[in-house]
């Protein structure tokens, strides 16, 4: 597993798999949240098989899958109120985490200077938010 740290309450990952649990749990994650919508490649496993695993483990699991293209404001500020109101730290994923990580950026506008959210981006290894 692949995480990238935005926040001392976010990290992001690109995809994550139901074995991974033991370990996310292990590094302290309280919940997941899943930007990627079911069916994008064929070896990709199932949002229920990941939150099967998430739940015997004990974490919260939320389901927000976005395209590249249906990031906007409203899913912005949808995904900063899934995480206002969800266990943390947290852990989202997505194919690459790139779409989580935009995400994160596109909601984090509204409350941090425009070059904190740059430079946390650039720290994990993502560019900025597309527009």
Known sequence: ???????????????????????IRRRGYRAIVCNRPDGEAADQPSFDAVAAAARAEGLDVHFMPVTSDGIDDAAARRFGALLADMPTPALAYCRSGTRSATLWARSAEATRPAG?????LRVAGYGGPRR
């Open 1 to 23: 597993m692949e995480d990238r740290k935005l926040t001392d309450t976010l990290a992001v990952s690109p995809q994550i798999r139901p074995e991974d649990m033991p370990e």
């Open 116 to 120: 904190e959210v740059q430079a946390r």
